[in-house]
Nanobody, 115 residues
Framework: QVQLVESGGGLVQAGGSLSLSCVAS????????MGWYRQAPGKQRELVAR???????TYADSVKGRFTISRDNAKNTVYLQMNSLKSEDTAVYYC?????????WGQGTQVTVSS
């Protein structure tokens, strides 16, 4: 099993930046892909960005050009750099891993963007 611990959420003004981190522990050898999802109040959880073992990335259209996902395999850590934040980016952000076993999810970290 994989355990995930996120950090880095908070309150920021529109146009500002935040960086999220997620450290994986446990059966990290089984991870293929790491990513970030988010869920705003009253909405379904949606993919923000993900990165494979080889570095291939996927982004939601709504964050392309503003968010950057990166990964440090030696530290089993995935990062999300969020720039030019908008009020619609307000949500709980969840770290996710996909691999041999069941998907793993972090506890979530709140990101609030004030306009």
């Amino acid at each position: 099993q994989v355990q995930l611990v996120e950090s880095g959420g908070g309150l920021v003004q529109a146009g500002g930046s935040l960086s999220l981190s997620c450290v994986a522990s446990g059966s990290t050898f089984s991870i293929w892909r790491m990513g970030w999802y988010r869920q705003a109040p009253g909405k379904q959880r949606e993919l923000v960005a993900r990165i494979g073992n080889g570095g291939r990335t996927t982004y939601a259209d709504s964050v392309k050009g503003r968010f950057t996902i990166s990964r440090d395999n030696a530290k089993n850590t995935v990062y999300l750099q969020m720039n030019s934040l908008k009020s619609e980016d307000t949500a709980v952000y969840y770290c996710n891993t996909e691999g041999v076993g069941p998907d793993a999810w972090g506890q979530g970290t709140q990101v609030t963007v004030s306009s």
